[in-house]
């Protein structure tokens, strides 16, 4: 397991975002615009590849939006190693890189069935459900330093 932070429209950013359709869009019958690809340039494009075929595994993006809180989004990992503690070693990962870069809270969209998933790392709740890409989310956010 290699995680790593890369540059946008590299080759590298071409595979991740080959992962972010197939797990996010896809099932929802939906495609990237290039607008949604221009919100992607200046943020920390943070991915995971597996040992074995050094394929990208896991992604997530880190958005600054301000000098002390991060947003995740467009958490995704492969269908095929769901469930094998990727999802945990990415959150880990994006984490780390908000720490760094000196982020005290991270703030993310989550879909209701993944709300129980970042519950276990401690990132709360905070108000209603809502409609994001036509299913339902919780914003959630997690204070890094307590």
């Known amino acids: 397991m290699h995680p790593q ?6 080759p590298e950013y071409e595979e991740m975002l080959a992962l ?14 290039q607008e949604d690809l221009e919100k992607d340039k200046d943020d920390f494009l943070l991915v995971i590849r597996s040992s ?8 997530c993006i880190l958005t600054p939006l ?13 269908d095929t190693v769901q469930k094998s503690g990727l999802g945990t070693a990415m959150l880990a990962f994006a984490e780390y890189v908000a720490t760094k870069e000196g982020f005290e809270k991270i703030t993310l969209h989550a879909r209701k069935v993944a709300v129980g998933f970042y519950k276990k790392y401690n990132y709360k709740i905070i108000g209603d459900e809502f409609e994001e890409v036509g299913i339902p989310h919780y914003e959630m956010e997690k204070y890094l330093i307590e």
């Open 20 to 33: 972010r359709t197939k797990i996010l869009r896809e099932p929802l019958e939906l495609t990237f615009t």
């Open 66 to 78: 301000d000098k002390k809180t991060g947003k995740l989004r467009q958490m995704a990992v492969n």
């Open 5 to 10: 932070i890369i540059k946008y429209r590299s």
């Open 52 to 59: 074995g075929t050094q394929s990208i595994v896991a992604c």
